[in-house]
């Protein structure tokens, strides 16, 4: 099953799965010794695709989940006329290939946004053990993660009403952050590490703000909203793990095997990703070759992640400046930004701790704490260019070594509950936007074939 076939058409993909430490799982029995990743690279040998698509999505916990984003993702793409027009023309040996990548980043749905302390009942149960249960399983099953959580929930149980985090309460979460191993280094550091030092009276207040509630359009849940920080960055620290683990080794594997264009896609923690398989461990990792384009949509990573001199922390770079350092990508670096999507607009700068110090959308600001999917790849003395998404008939002529923030507020605006537009990515002008950095790798490879077979 892993090897997926999109209903109703004959495009296929592979489907590879990691866990949580960044190892890929094995028994797949359309693998060879188990390893779909090995029938991928034999594949790849015997097929020879021109054009290898590596997508990664973000916050999707579930295979079901995982596969309905990729078919839906990879059947944009085809449906494009100007990929399907490629498709057909007389172009020798044209061949694409796609692959996704699922990792276990469970999200939490706008059902569970909506449940906080006062939903369990003054000494109930019934509500709080599944919930509880749900974070056991997303954190760590460690005994030092699941009593920290049994405090916590004990603690909300009893305290359903509270105004302000009982010190229980506080003690508790103190202790989950140090057992979930999340450190606080600043914005040059991992992602996971790229933070303001973890504060819960501060969270606890921030997130049961009427003024956060009524700009984010949730209700955080009590005492229990320091939770959805600390799961938030270890999902950001998991996307790092995954992304330099596995995927950095899978990358080596496909750039080593064939000649073949690879363009790397990912979404949400996804763009983390995918940065993080570029760099590979401790982010100085080198690889065979450049890939040749990159596209993150929506990203929630650092808007100073590619600087190499962060301009709010003079002397200090971002965590992935290497990948425009070292030219690891040939093509062009696109990003997404919308200003409906509140999961990385508003949930990112909660998440830090910083949630009502910014200022959204005020001309040429840019805060401490923020994500590529509100504010763009920043921090570059050159080579940034603000663009805004066009249509899917339109051309936007990417060229290489230089990264394109567009604006995609008009396209990206559809979603509603905790995370608004942050998953409307699946329509024909995303896809665009992917086939378009492509592409302009295609033509430019072409023209320097033109031009050294006229010397």
């Avoid at 840019?366 to 050159?382: D, E, H, N, T």
Wanted: some cysteine; proline content about 5%.
């Amino acid at each position: 099953m892993p090897i997926r076939t999109i209903s109703g058409s004959q495009i296929r993909y592979f489907l590879i799965c990691f866990d949580k430490n960044g190892h890929e799982q094995t028994g797949d029995p359309d693998g060879i010794n188990g390893l779909l990743s090995l029938r991928l690279l034999d594949e790849i040998r015997v097929e020879h695709p021109t054009n290898i698509f590596l997508f990664s999505h973000g916050w999707q916990g579930d295979f079901p989940q995982a596969i309905d984003q990729y078919d839906r993702w990879i059947g944009a793409i085809t449906s494009l006329h100007s990929y399907q027009s490629r498709q057909s023309a007389s172009i020798p040996g044209f061949k694409s290939m796609f692959v996704g990548i699922h990792w276990p980043s469970e999200p939490w749905g706008d059902e569970e946004m909506n449940m906080g302390s006062r939903s369990f009942g003054l000494g109930g149960t019934t509500a709080a053990e599944p919930l509880l249960q749900t974070y056991i399983r997303r954190l760590g099953d460690t005994p030092e993660i699941q009593d920290a959580l049994r405090m916590i929930f004990d603690v909300a149980r009893l305290n359903a009403d509270a105004l302000t985090l009982p010190d229980e309460a506080g003690v508790a979460y103190r202790q989950l952050d140090r057992a979930l191993g999340l450190a606080s280094k600043g914005t040059g550091a991992r992602p996971g590490e790229d933070r303001a030092s973890f504060n819960p009276v501060q969270a606890f207040d921030e997130a049961n703000s009427s003024e956060v509630a009524d700009f984010g359009g949730w209700n955080l849940g009590g005492i229990l909203a320091p939770l959805r920080e600390l799961s938030f960055w270890t999902m950001k620290k998991r996307a790092n793990t995954v992304g330099e683990g596995g995927i950095h080794s899978l990358l080596n594997q496909m750039l080593s095997t064939s000649t073949s264009r690879l363009h790397l896609m990912g979404h949400s923690f996804g763009a983390i990703v995918m940065s993080s398989a570029l760099v590979g461990p401790h982010g100085s990792s080198k690889l065979p070759r450049p890939v040749d384009s990159l596209v993150l949509i929506q990203g929630a990573l650092s808007l100073w992640a590619y600087s190499p001199d962060i301009p709010v922390e003079h002397g200090t770079s971002g965590y992935f400046h290497r990948i425009v350092k070292d030219g690891k990508v040939a093509g062009p670096i696109v990003t997404t930004r919308s200003t409906f999507d509140r999961a990385v607009c508003v949930f990112y700068p909660l998440a830090a701790g910083v949630g009502r110090q910014i200022e959204y959308g005020a001309a040429g600001q840019f805060p401490k704490y923020g994500g590529v999917g509100a504010f763009g790849i920043q921090g570059l003395p050159s080579n940034i260019e603000d663009r805004v998404m066009v249509d899917s008939n339109s051309e936007y002529s990417f060229g290489s070594g230089c990264i394109y923030n567009l604006d995609a507020s008009k396209f990206i605006c559809h979603g509603t509950g905790f995370a608004g537009a942050h998953s409307d990515i699946a329509g024909p002008e995303v896809a665009h936007v992917l086939w378009q950095a492509a592409e302009s790798c295609s033509r430019t490879k072409t023209e320097k074939n033109i031009a050294e077979s006229r010397i």
